[in-house]
């Protein structure tokens, strides 16, 4: 299945199922069940949201080898966690307001895992139950505030900086899909979830020992190496097999 939300005519702000290229309108969440209205639609003809809002938003940071070397920092023992907030969601299409306190605007190419049940010490064998499905998320940086905070928080929170989507699939398998991203049709990262130092099920086991992971909580498992900045202007791909692409444009504040 592949999830999306929208705004139709018809039937407004509301979830649905895009299949065979259409979307079709349904009532109730993915979370609680779905019931399709009847309705569908051409996909140029609905607004894409984010395909799920959240209480929390958990972002890994250097969890590809390559990247942790592209800065310069040990391959970490422990998962680097932080978290952005619901304010910084936007969806396919949205622009990503370049700050002015920023002079360097980085995108970042990431896997995305949505919680579909109330996950609380589960096992890593249990973990995947409790995943709905994935998506792709752009973790947006202010890399040159980055270093100057001592942790992350004002770099990655920013409104704007959490684009997800177009739509959660449940039809992939996480730990080995191809991940790409591109400016203005330029690839400038390409590797594999495979690659992840700490894999999803270790990172739902892990958080859920931490917090009580609940239905719509994203967890963003990292970027490869290859990060470089953006202008505003540019547009931002990123593409992950079976998960369509995340574009956005940059927009000057
Ligand atoms: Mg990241």
New binding site residues.
């Given amino acids: 299945m592949k999830y999306i939300r929208m705004i139709t005519d018809r039937e407004g702000e509301c979830y649905g199922i895009l299949k065979d290229g259409r979307a079709f309108a349904a009532e109730g969440t993915p979370f609680t069940g779905l019931e399709l209205t009847g309705s569908s639609y051409d996909l140029q003809d609905v607004r894409l949201l984010p395909p799920v809002s959240y209480s929390k938003a958990l972002?890994i940071?250097l969890n590809y080898r390559d990247h942790a070397e592209e800065f310069g920092l040990p391959i970490p023992e422990t998962p680097v966690v932080f978290m952005k907030p619901s304010t910084a969601l936007i969806g396919p299409g949205d622009d990503i307001i370049y700050p002015e306190m920023c002079h360097r605007l980085d995108y970042?190419a990431?896997l995305a895992v949505v919680i579909g049940k109330r996950c609380r010490n589960v096992t890593e064998e249990d973990a995947l139950s409790y995943v709905l499905g994935y998506t792709i998320a752009n973790?947006v940086t202010a890399r040159d505030l980055q270093p100057k905070n001592g942790q992350w928080t004002i770099a990655k929170g920013f409104d704007t900086f959490l684009p997800l989507g177009p739509y959660i699939s449940d039809e992939v398998d996480g730990g080995n899909l191809m991940i790409t991203s591109r400016v203005n049709g330029e690839t400038k990262q390409k590797s594999n979830t495979s690659n992840l130092i700490f894999p999803v099920p270790y990172l739902v086991s892990y958080l859920s020992r931490v917090m009580t992971l609940l239905p719509g909580d994203v967890i963003?498992t990292?970027?490869p190496g290859g990060i470089s900045g953006m202008n505003p202007g540019d547009v931002v791909e990123i593409e992950i097999e079976g998960l369509g692409i995340l574009k956005n444009r940059i927009a000057k504040a």
């Fill in positions: 972002c940071g970042e990431e973790d963003s990292g970027t």
